[in-house]
């Protein structure tokens, strides 16, 4: 230890971590700071009879920003469907009665038409309030536009002092939240930090209990590999139940069913530990610097969509990272569709199952050291 302590180089070690770590560190949060919202698919459903809202539906399409991309549903139940999937964030819906309804305002009973913004809240929280202001924009332009078409439409015929105000906002807007995820919309952040930390920990427990033993048979070792096979799962059940209580009490979420989340993240810890564990296995213990890189640079991957991200983390980072799992399936549990088994949940039972295969791959091939008398 003395030695350590009065080697020069001690000193030279914080210039290492800010030239090593800085950079690590400042390419982790390089898509957060560098958002780029491009593309981000936006639905339009135009089921007006008249014409005013084909046209106004054409016009959006053809003029559409470019954060957004139009797509266009027949029917606000394959809009609701599409949300389901995650396939769209928010939406315009221009109602049958759209143009009827500006028509009514010259007459004696005057009906302001309706522009509904669908919000897909659960599949991001953060991509629904950036759609839900850009969409509330958009409709503030169809309602100017619209008003100006009105009172330039006949010149000559005189606007009841009454009727000013409904010709200035002929258009009302509607907020319809899918999917709502209310104060919830940070659940899956909440649990985070508790499921990784509590992954790399029993990953590295596991591995440092059966490193370098020596066993007195082969069989007393195959009954620690046993103990390491059964513990991933023990300590994803505390993890997922106890989480999932801390979240209830702390915060004061409620959920649909309170054993859906708890056993989706025993599920995420158990295979995240097995993953951790299999890792340190085959590449010993600095594998796990793997993992820790990983918590940093899966940050952007629980905040925000693909859509808003820097082409190559959202090419080439983004679809395999372990946390981005995790993420979306519980999304899918909270807001979605409420089922445990989704394909989230599936893509973490291959995890568990190949992890665990590589685990006693390793325990079967390795020669057991016997213990000396």
Known sequence: MEKITRNPRLLAAPIAVAVVLGLILMSAIYPMLKMSPKNIPVGIVATDEGEIGKALAAGLMQNAPETVRFVRFDSVAQLEEAMDKRDVYGALVLPADFSAKLATLRTGAPEKATVQIYVNEGANPTVANLMQTALANMASMINAQLSAQMLSANPDAPIPAGRIADFANPVRTEIVKINPASHMGNAPLSFLTGVWFTSLIGGVALYLFGNRRSFASRAEKLKLNAVQSVMPFVYGLVTGYVLAWYSTWLYGFEYES???????????????????????????????????????????????????????????LFSWLPIRIYVDGIREILFISGDYFNRYSMILIWILVVALVLVWVKNLSEKTKTAKA
């Open 258 to 316: 309170f054993n859906k989340v708890a056993l989706y993240l025993a599920l995420v810890v158990a295979a995240f530990v097995f993953m951790i564990f299999a890792t340190l296995r085959w590449l010993k213990l600095p594998g796990i610097v793997i993992y820790v890189l990983l918590m940093f640079f899966s940050m952007p991957a629980v905040q925000l969509a693909p859509e808003m991200m820097p082409a190559f983390y959202r090419d080439w």
